[in-house]
């Protein structure tokens, strides 16, 4: 077993489970953290879980990092576009 900040890494024969204990309220930090488990050179298949309570603070945090990427993603397509148009003005 492996501790990688707030998650546990346990590599079993063809795969390797990662448990999410507790989240960042910066949702790009927990992505990063689950990148670390995919990390350079996994030949295993990687498997991320996340535990939260059912209506925990926890849980409303998991949501707003939700909308916060939706968001994220939003704002780079809108680039994008943005970039394409001018490109071909």
């Known amino acids: 077993m492996i501790v990688i900040g707030s ?3 346990f590599p079993l024969a063809n795969v390797v489970l990662t448990m999410m204990i507790s989240s960042d ?3 790009q930090a927990d ?3 689950m990148d670390r488990a995919h990390r350079i050179g996994q030949t295993k298949q990687v498997y991320v879980f996340r535990f939260i ?3 925990s603070v ?3 945090m998991l949501e707003r990092a939700a909308q916060k990427l939706r968001l994220d993603q939003l704002v780079i397509q809108q680039g ?3 970039a394409a148009k001018g490109a071909f003005c």
Do not use: I
Request: charged share 40%; net charge negative; no cysteine.
């Open 80 to 82: 994008r576009a943005q």
């Open 58 to 60: 926890e849980e409303r």
């Open 25 to 27: 309220r910066n949702p």
């Open 31 to 33: 992505l990063q953290a």
């Open 7 to 9: 998650f546990l890494d």
């Open 53 to 55: 309570t059912e209506g």
